[in-house]
């Protein structure tokens, strides 16, 4: 199975793996128009068709989906790990890459996300490499 390589030349609102801070973003799903991209009548299911979606507090780019808010599997469908916002909150900005899935978001090439940071790329940690396992 192939997987399509993320292009990581896209703008997006941020880096992956950099903190955002910003409560309202423009909604991923629906790229801020408020429908689906196939029909037009539909509200965006992310954002109930407001076009901008609310992530309290701090928050990092989706990095299963890549900020797309579209899930890997079917680009139709939400992300199921940041629910088509493109972005997901964090609880701390104490934060180190997942040593799982080195910060794709994704569990070893099936296409799934990864469990252990649940798809965020991201855990929180002092500092990469603290955990310690015994
Ligand atoms: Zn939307
Ligand atoms: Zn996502
Ligand atoms: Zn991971």
Known sequence: MDWKTFDRRNPKMGQKGEILAK????????????????????????????A????????VICAYCNGSGRAPLNKSATCIV?????????????????????GSGRAGG??????????????????AGAVTAD
Not at 110 to 127: M, Q
């Open 82 to 102: 940041c629910r088509g916002h493109g972005v997901v909150p964090i609880e701390s900005k104490d934060l180190a890459g997942c040593p799982a899935c080195k």
């Open 23 to 50: 409560d309202v973003y423009r909604c991923a799903f629906c790229r801020g128009k408020g429908v689906v991209s196939y029909n037009k009548k539909l509200n965006c299911p992310a954002c109930s068709g407001t």
């Open 52 to 59: 901008a979606v609310r992530v309290p507090g701090l928050a």
């Open 110 to 127: 099936t296409g799934l996300h990864c469990l252990i940071c649940k798809g965020k790329g991201v855990i929180a940690g002092k500092k």
